[in-house]
């Protein structure tokens, strides 16, 4: 008789799984897993051993914020009472591999992301939209192969660290306390030729404060996209 191979699974797709609230500790033991999602789950920590998945590529946990053990009505009764919950990460160190990380609407408040953010060297897509954290670590800026941050509805951000070179798209619709950023150069030189996308819409104290002509530039033409919507959808 022969010996059955042991299959080692290179995706982990829990996206709807409610009720789910941790993985196994064991998790990292999946070494070759490149996929992880658990988008819209109870999840409330995501594991340490989550950082020996080296191969690791799409990690996502959107809308985890853990569950409450209480009836709705009972939530909606107790709410202003009730503590924030949010997804608590670990360090990223070990992800090397990792393209992309979806960490939306977690709940993240002021210091929740980790500051080995640089570490993340293959990241290129990082999307951090709908929390609620002032800040985000200036470790941001040493990513040399983000080209998309998201960051729509972060209605608490102030301000942002100096982005990578490496950006195509930065989205900060709906971040109503944004004040500044700092761009490189380059990244104004790449807008020019269409290589580089600012999303504004809705950021009126960053047109108020920020003096540089393509940052006005890029919140006008947001406003002026969103205003001729209507007359586009009545033809």
């Given at each position: 008789?022969g010996?059955?191979?042991?299959?080692?699974?290179?995706?982990?797709?829990?996206?709807?799984?409610s009720?789910?609230?941790?993985?196994?500790?064991?998790?990292?033991?999946?070494?070759?897993?490149?996929?992880?999602?658990?988008?819209?789950?109870?999840?409330?920590?995501?594991?340490?051993?989550?950082?020996?998945?080296?191969?690791l590529?799409?990690?996502?946990?959107?809308?985890?914020?853990?569950?409450?053990?209480?009836?709705?009505?009972?939530?909606l009764?107790?709410?202003?009472?009730?503590?924030?919950?949010?997804?608590?990460?670990?360090?990223?160190?070990?992800?090397?591999?990792?393209?992309?990380?979806?960490?939306?609407?977690?709940?993240?408040?002021?210091?929740?992301?980790?500051?080995?953010?640089?570490?993340?060297?293959?990241?290129?897509?990082?999307?951090?939209?709908?929390?609620?954290?002032?800040?985000?670590?200036?470790?941001?800026?040493?990513?040399?192969?983000?080209?998309?941050?998201?960051?729509?509805?972060?209605?608490s951000?102030?301000?942002?660290?100096?982005?990578?070179?490496?950006?195509?798209?930065?989205?900060?619709?709906?971040?109503?306390?944004?004040?500044?950023?700092?761009c490189?150069?380059?990244?104004?030189?790449?807008?020019?030729?269409?290589?580089?996308?600012?999303?504004?819409?809705?950021?009126?104290?960053?047109?108020?404060?920020?003096?540089?002509?393509?940052v006005?530039?890029?919140?006008?033409?947001?406003?002026?996209?969103?205003?001729?919507?209507?007359?586009?959808?009545?033809?």
């Open positions: 008789m010996v059955v191979p042991r299959i080692f699974p290179t995706r982990l797709l829990n996206s709807g799984c009720k789910l609230k941790k993985f196994p500790d064991e998790l990292g033991s999946l070494k070759c897993l490149e996929e992880l999602n658990a988008d819209g789950t109870a999840m409330e920590e995501v594991p340490p051993s989550i950082t020996l998945l080296s191969k590529k799409v990690l996502s946990f959107a809308g985890c914020k853990g569950g409450v053990s209480m009836s709705w009505n009972l939530v009764y107790f709410w202003s009472s009730l503590p924030r919950k949010h997804l608590r990460l670990p360090s990223f160190l070990g992800l090397h591999s990792l393209r992309s990380l979806n960490l939306s609407d977690c709940g993240l408040l002021e210091g929740a992301l980790p500051t080995d953010l640089a570490s993340l060297s293959s990241l290129q897509n990082l999307d951090l939209s709908r929390n609620s954290f002032i800040t985000v670590p200036g470790s941001l800026s040493q990513l040399s192969r983000l080209q998309n941050l998201i960051l729509k509805n972060c209605k951000l102030q301000s942002l660290p100096e982005l990578p070179s490496s950006m195509e798209t930065l989205d900060c619709d709906d971040c109503t306390s944004l004040e500044s950023f700092s490189p150069s380059r990244a104004y030189a790449s807008r020019r030729s269409g290589g580089f996308t600012f999303k504004f819409f809705n950021c009126f104290l960053i047109l108020e404060n920020e003096l540089q002509s393509d006005l530039e890029a919140i006008v033409q947001g406003i002026q996209l969103v205003a001729s919507m209507p007359k586009f959808l009545d033809l």
